[in-house]
């Protein structure tokens, strides 16, 4: 029976510790580059940063939109305050993958990623699709989570992307617990995913166990990744932003859905894995072959209901 052939890459997440409401975007990008030159320095080639990295999680706010664009988001990608990143990433050879928050020049919201290539060209970009929380104000709640305020859904679909001879899939945060975003990327043979989230310790709308909060996050990337094939890395932006705590646990799973590499801190830290690509190769082959065992005619509703309903006649 042929066994694949090892495919090397350098996988690297860069886990981010608070980035509080009075930071300044330019020491933000140079916690970044010290993490991509670290991340470097140990063997990786790809480097994957949060949501939403260059600033406070700013969903937990309630505040004016428009003050909301002028304090949070970005109108251009690379721009000059960010433009040290892009540099570092083609100086060392390192690519990245970066969230942040994207106003378009027609006025329009998105919570973006971007992928960089080793040379520190854009090669992929990904605009939410599954923004979670609510657009209105909660005053009695202890903080908000209004991404269905500030950001529209993106509009650009769940896509796979080369980069630098790999398939990389694009998702952030919420898409992460949703089955369908990585079966939409692995049907584009994404060998790997990379995603970033910024993920409140604290569930405002019931009293959910905050062990739970690290649970379902690592439950849902370990099946991802053994039920897709792939390998996924997972960053978080994480400890206690101005006083709003959000889990760490950012991790690299790979395909057989086992962690290799783990956080231990709420603070910048960098986990690296030797991934090999053709690990998923196996799945592919045997029990995940799309081909000879999918049976999408069965899978009709999941295309044509969004809500549950009533049991099929
Ligand atoms: N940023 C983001 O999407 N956070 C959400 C919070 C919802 S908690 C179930 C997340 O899925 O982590």
Excluded at 25 to 44: H, K, N, P, S
Excluded at 184 to 191: G, H, K, M, R, T
Excluded at 246 to 263: F, K, L, N, Y
Aim: glycine share 8%; hydrophobic share 45%.
């Amino acid at each position: 029976m042929p066994v694949a052939t090892r495919r090397r890459l350098g996988v690297a997440v860069a886990q981010m510790g608070p980035v509080h409401a009075a930071d300044r975007r330019e020491a933000v990008v140079e916690r970044l580059v010290a993490m991509l030159a670290t991340a470097q320095a140990r063997g990786a080639a790809l480097v994957v940063f949060p949501e939403l990295a260059l600033t406070t999680f700013f969903p937990r706010h309630w505040m004016d939109e428009r003050e909301a664009e002028a304090r949070y988001f970005e109108t251009a990608m690379p721009n000059p305050v960010v433009r040290p990143l892009f540099d570092a990433a083609r100086r060392l050879g390192v690519g990245f993958h970066l969230g942040y928050a994207e106003l378009t020049p027609e006025g329009r919201r998105y919570n973006t990623a971007i992928l960089v290539d080793r040379g520190g060209a854009i090669v992929g970009k990904y605009r939410k699709i599954h923004l979670p929380g609510h657009a209105d104000h909660k005053p009695d709640a202890p903080f908000q989570h209004l991404e269905k305020k500030y950001f529209e859904v993106g509009d650009l679909g769940f896509r796979v992307f080369g980069a630098d001879g790999t398939r990389v899939g694009l998702c952030i945060c919420n898409d992460r617990r949703w089955p369908e975003t990585f079966r939409v990327l692995a049907l584009q043979s994404a060998e790997l995913t990379v995603l970033g989230y910024n993920t409140p310790s604290h569930n405002i709308h019931w009293n959910e166990p905050v062990h739970l909060r690290m649970s379902t996050h690592l439950i849902s990337l370990q099946a991802a990744a053994y039920q897709n094939a792939m390998w996924i890395a997972a960053a978080a932006k994480c400890g206690a932003e101005d006083g709003f705590p959000m889990i760490g646990g950012s991790v690299i799973v790979a395909p057989t859905g086992e962690i290799v590499a783990r956080t231990t801190s709420e603070e910048d830290e960098v986990i690296v894995a030797d991934a090999d690509l053709a690990l998923g190769e196996n799945f592919r082959r045997h029990v995940f072959d799309f081909a000879r065992h999918r049976r999408p005619e069965h899978y009709r509703l999941i295309v044509e209901r969004t809500g549950a309903g009533d049991p099929l006649p």
